[in-house]
Nanobody, 123 residues
Framework: QVQLAESGGGLVQTGGSLRLSCAASGRNFIRHVVGWFRQAPGKEREFVSAISWSGGSTFYADSVKGRFTISRDNAKNTVYLQMNSLKPEDTAIYYC????????????????WGQGTQVTVSS
């Protein structure tokens, strides 16, 4: 069982930066892949980024590639999402998710979810 808690969201102007954190508790988190997803009002939850359990492989949606960076510190049981050059279309609730299987871009591939953190980018 893994529990996840996101933090770091907030209100930022276009072009600004935020760093989201996903803190995990529970056993064997180091063996879990972690994904970040986001959901804007009236839209489906969409994949943003993911990282393998070792941190050696990372994946990004085309819409955030080059602007967002995912990383993890397994000693701290924490995964980060550094978001730079933010745009109004990045506004959403951001969720982290974890699973013991291989990385996937589908929300259905993750068993454990956090409660989400709101990111709002003003124009």
């Amino acid at each position: 069982q893994v529990q996840l808690a996101e933090s770091g969201g907030g209100l930022v102007q276009t072009g600004g930066s935020l760093r989201l954190s996903c803190a995990a508790s529970g056993r064997n988190f180091i063996r879990h892949v972690v994904g970040w997803f986001r959901q804007a009002p009236g839209k489906e939850r969409e994949f943003v980024s993911a990282i393998s359990w070792s941190g050696g492989s990372t994946f990004y949606a085309d819409s955030v590639k080059g602007r967002f960076t995912i990383s993890r510190d397994n000693a701290k049981n924490t995964v980060y999402l550094q978001m730079n050059s933010l745009k109004p279309e990045d506004t959403a609730i951001y969720y982290c998710a974890a699973d013991r299987n291989v990385v996937t871009r589908s929300p259905s591939g993750y068993d454990y979810w956090g409660q989400g953190t709101q990111v709002t980018v003003s124009s």
